[in-house]
């Protein structure tokens, strides 16, 4: 089944008017010769800028967005949204153009679904797009990276966090941190490993699986006991899966959770007297969940990828003061959105304003530093994983008056993930 499509969006937001996807379009892009893409052209004086020297508007780089617009990440994917339209704008210097061309971007919704995404991504590059981004699930980010392997597009996955994205292909990179980043700041809380006992408490999903199997990979390698815990995305009943929990015993338990139902998982393990036998360690979700955690929220070590005001960085204020202004809140995943637009940014400027050569989009990636929201972020040429500085969070109050802060910054060495070798 095709996902909704909204219709495309230039870089600001602002719907261009309807594109010309015809005949005329394809002679005129015959006639012009410097058009990036093979259908889709845009209507003179609308998307485009003059080009030097001459009348005929340079062609739009077009940028397909497939992400969790509706379902049960929705939130994760209009902090991914509200992310990417600001980090447009601050890697394009406010023009939304890139050597002449503007970037504009469609949306499709693939609800986390991965057969949808799937299906999005294919009606994308049919239509002549060379980047792709979002990926707000990891089911679909493990999806759609073949996908573009396969039809040799550039993808930048979002939020998903599987490390098997990591690695996956050659034209396959992240926005955003990946799971064995969570578990090396985890495993920061306990100290040395060697003879614990470690539970992993997820949802039996790509996302939970990712997170056993992190922990397996930095604590089991040093020396901890590593089990697990697992339970049906669709389970609202969790305390049987509680009291699995509190029966280990274990010295850490890792909670690796993602949806509403993480109230009714933290109410559980709170009746469940969990707190008092074992430490605690989760990644801190979006502000709205902040209340969600209860009284138990004092007593969790949180790990943490980003919070709204965590890094303190110019670029975090660039970001916020761009998300605000548009009527919005920065939380967990808005970097996210905001690191893709770079990225992308950076690859068609390296190239002057084309998309057309993959493999040069690519290379412009491959190792390239620069400043982040978070502070200064590399993409590993090796296997395209994305370094970058994690938190310890303590959460104080209950309530609406939950408030997190920053115990102590992890730099991108100290979490960063071995290389992967590169598939694909």
Sequence with gaps: MRSTTVPSRTASGARPR????????RRLAAVAACFLLAAGCAEAGTAGTAAAG????????????????TGPLAAYGKQYLDGFKAGLSYATKGTGEVDGHRIE?????????????????????????????GSTASGVALQVGPIA????????????????????????????????????????????????KVTVLAQ?????????????AVLGAQGATVDQVLAPPSATDLTPFATQARTAKPDLLFVAWAGDTASAL??????????ADT??????????????????????????????GAAGTPVEKAMTDAV??????????????????????????????????????????????FDGVKGRTTVRAEDHALLQPMFQVRLTGTGAAAKPSVEKVLTADEVAPPVTPMAG
């Design 324 to 369: 605000t202004a548009a009527g919005g809140r920065t939380d967990i995943f808005t970097p996210d959105g905001f690191t893709a637009a770079q990225l992308i940014v950076h690859a068609v400027e390296a190239n002057h304003g084309s998309a057309d050569d993959t493999s040069a989009l690519v290379k412009a990636l491959e190792g390239w530093s």
């Design 105 to 133: 971007f469609e949306e499709q919704d693939d609800a986390g679904d991965p057969a949808k995404a799937v299906s999005a991504a294919k009606d994308l590059i049919g239509k002549g797009y060379k980047v792709l981004a």
């Design 149 to 196: 392997a396969q039809n040799k597009v550039l993808f930048i996955s979002g939020p998903a966090a599987a490390d098997k994205v990591t690695g996956l292909n050659k034209y396959t990179f992240r926005s955003g941190r990946q799971s064995y980043q969570d578990t090396r700041t985890a495993a920061s809380f306990i100290g040395d490993a060697k003879g614990k």
């Design 279 to 308: 430490k605690v360690v989760t990644g801190l979700d979006m502000a709205a969940s902040y209340p969600l955690f209860g009284p138990a929220g004092e007593k969790i070590s949180f790990l943490d990828h980003y919070f709204d």
């Design 266 to 275: 933290w109410t559980a393990l709170n009746q469940q007297d969990v707190f």
């Design 54 to 69: 001459g009348g005929d508007a340079k062609a739009p780089v077009k940028v397909g967005l497939v992400y969790s617009r």
């Design 18 to 25: 309807r594109a010309l996807t015809g005949g005329p379009a």
């Design 204 to 216: 039996d999903n790509a996302f939970g699986q990712a997170n056993v199997a992190a922990v397996k």
